[in-house]
């Protein structure tokens, strides 16, 4: 990968913004050097100070974990800061392309449109894998990024390895995919293949089996050059350090994360089972994910009186190939019984 041919020709000679934390790094015993408060604060005086740009720590411990350099690591304010910066950083507006597979998370689309960047659309097959021929045929000069995105949003499946691979060592720009659900998968990570495909970008986040979706942050991993782009526009102090501080807390506690995913498991075997038990529900599709897609005869119908009882579930039967169906997040086990004796009333 040339990512020097990839990335927009203005930003080779960016000069990023340098802040006081980026000029002076180490330890000091008087710090006047950021226009802090040095009086308090209105709040928790821990919040005065500006946080570390780069979240040195935050990342030797994800790197840990995930058994990655922390130089392959860029954190953002959601997954959605990365997908953002991405499209930025490799494409021009009204010029420059990239490819999606519908249906499939709708913000690779929205940044596109905010950034003026065409998209082209490969949608999956009916039984919701990727379009591979058709996904390298599409590719010309101007398309930089192919989003991925497994378990995939809405539709729950993986995507087949064989066909991520496929376009990873097909295409030169970058392939974007979205791990957001993978702790709940029984298919492993990408980030392994990062040693041998520079041209990958793996996303994950904490707002999904980590439980912290309002902390805002989410994972890029990636070739340090690819970090380096990443590092370079983002914002000087874009994860907080109320974020940085609860994210610490919540990987001292890592070892809670698997069996609440257990549980999580555990209560959508149970929800699949009990809604297929219902006359209305015409299938359950197979769920690599915290959520389950479900046909339904009327499915707006449903939706609209589900609303009604207070329970609220997304309606997706707007969506092609989702013709009909509701996407349902796996609740407490209270929950899935109040959605399934709602079911019951309304259908
Ligand atoms: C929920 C979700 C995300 C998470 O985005 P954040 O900005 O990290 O909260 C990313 N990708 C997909 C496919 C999702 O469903």
Redesign the pocket.
């Known amino acids: 990968m040339e990512l020097n041919k990839l990335l927009r020709p203005h930003l080779l000679n960016l000069t990023p913004y340098s802040s006081a934390r980026d000029e002076f790094k180490g330890e000091a015993d008087v710090y006047l050097d950021a226009n802090e408060n040095a009086f308090g604060s209105t709040s928790s005086d821990n919040y005065r100070r500006y946080p570390d740009p780069y979240q040195s720590e935050l990342k030797a411990i994800i790197g840990k974990i995930k058994n990655i350099d922390s130089e392959y690591i860029f954190l953002?304010?959601?997954?959605?800061?990365p997908?953002d910066l991405l499209i930025r950083a490799l494409c021009t507006p009204s010029r420059d392309k990239i490819i999606i597979t519908p249906p499939?998370?709708g913000?690779y689309e929205v940044s596109a449109n905010i950034n003026d960047v065409e998209i082209i659309k490969i949608p999956l097959t009916a039984d919701f894998e990727l379009e591979t021929d058709k996904i390298l045929e599409a590719i010309d000069s101007d398309v930089k990024i192919i989003f991925l995105?497994s378990p995939?949003?809405p539709t729950g499946n993986s995507m087949e390895k064989k066909d991520i691979l496929r376009v990873v060592k097909a295409f030169s720009g970058l392939v974007v995919l979205?791990e957001?659900?993978i702790d709940f998968s029984s298919q492993p990570s990408f980030i392994p293949e990062l040693q041998s495909d520079e041209n990958l970008v793996v996303?994950q986040?904490?707002?999904?089996a980590w439980g912290l979706?309002a902390l805002?942050?989410?994972m890029a991993f990636a070739n340090p050059e690819i970090i380096k782009v990443l590092n370079m526009i983002k914002p000087p102090y874009n994860i907080s350090g109320a974020t940085q501080e609860l994210a610490l807390d919540a990987l001292k506690n890592e070892d809670k994360l698997a069996s609440m995913v257990q549980d999580i498991l555990a209560q959508k075997k149970r929800l699949k089972s009990m809604l297929l038990e219902l006359p209305s529900v015409i299938e359950v599709y197979p769920s690599d994910a915290n959520f389950l897609l479900v046909k339904v005869a009327k499915a707006h119908e449903i939706y609209l009186k589900l609303i009604a009882g207070k329970v609220i579930v997304r309606d997706r039967s707007k969506v092609a190939l989702c013709e009909d169906c509701l996407r349902i997040t796996v609740g407490t086990a209270e929950e899935n019984k109040a959605l399934i004796a709602e079911l019951k009333r309304v259908s």
């Open positions: 953002g304010n959601g997954s959605d800061e997908i499939t998370y913000m995105c995939n949003n979205d957001a659900y996303l986040t904490f707002s999904k979706a805002r942050l989410g």
